[in-house]
């Protein structure tokens, strides 16, 4: 069942937590739109703020020795806001699957319009040793802290398996990409926003001068200062899978489809 808009209300009991924001101009492009990586920090910030709202901020986290990573995205678009607009966002836990925490998110308009969907992958990992952690030590740690939702789904599209080979004759290299200081997040590596403007930054501006309507995204391996990302690209008419590679790996793979 998708959940439907509905009046501010934020309770501890609930996983559901909504907030309101404005796009600012140095979260859009030349088109005074919403960029993709401005869209998917609006994401990452309210997950945060969410479980701060509950008491479990950031700093709470660390010092349990975790923290959630996000793993993969799959965002329904159906406008994209432009700048100066005012949102509603919305996000809840809605479950937990094999090493996966599964989270949604739905943006409003003002006028109680809704724009996007969004469903997430979350893995939870030990920020000192780097090594991804079971759910049930979450669980053991914080007994009743998770409030998963099962019977609440959103409309996002279903998660893709992701593949981009660079050996395809359709594929072709995009250049090289560097790590630096910018790129860097708190837990230490790339920023998962900073890989949509890598992608856009190699699409034809043609392309990206159109409006997105669908994005996936996986991240498979974390890029750390430093890293040097071969970037690769596969364009179509409709849109461009784009991905990253360190050493031979994967680093991100994504999907960007345009109206």
């Not at 996002?156 to 594929?171: M, S, V």
Request: net charge neutral; with cysteine; proline share 5%.
């Amino acid at each position: 069942m998708r959940m439907d808009y509905r009046p501010i209300y934020n309770q501890v009991t609930s996983s559901y937590y909504q907030e309101e924001q404005a796009v600012r101009y140095c979260q859009c492009d030349y088109n005074h739109r919403l960029k993709l990586s401005g869209l998917f920090q609006m994401f990452s910030d309210l997950a945060v703020t969410a479980f701060a709202f509950r008491g479990m901020d950031t700093q709470f986290l660390l010092g349990r020795q975790m923290v959630f990573v996000i793993s993969r995205m799959a965002v329904g678009i159906r406008r994209m806001p432009r700048e100066g607009e005012k949102l509603r966002l919305s996000t809840w836990e809605q479950e937990v699957q094999r090493a996966q925490f599964l989270r949604n998110f739905q943006v409003w308009d003002q006028a109680g319009g809704l724009l996007m969907e969004a469903r997430s992958g979350w893995a939870l990992v030990n920020p000192f040793t780097r090594a991804i952690m079971r759910p049930q030590e979450f669980d053991e740690a914080l007994p009743g802290r998770l409030l998963p939702m099962p019977e609440e789904d959103c409309g996002a599209p279903a998660f893709l398996r992701l593949r981009l080979k660079e050996t395809d004759p359709d594929t072709e290299p995009a250049g090289e990409r560097k790590a630096v200081y910018s790129d860097i997040d708190g837990n230490g590596h790339v920023d998962n926003a900073r890989y949509l403007d890598m992608a856009m930054d190699v699409l034809p501006q043609g392309m990206t001068a159109r409006e997105p309507a669908e994005v996936q995204v996986l991240f498979s391996r974390e890029t750390m200062p430093g890293e040097t990302l071969s970037l690769f690209r596969k364009v179509g008419e409709d849109g461009a899978d784009v991905k990253g590679m360190i050493g031979g790996k994967d680093s991100f793979c994504c999907r960007i489809r345009f109206r």
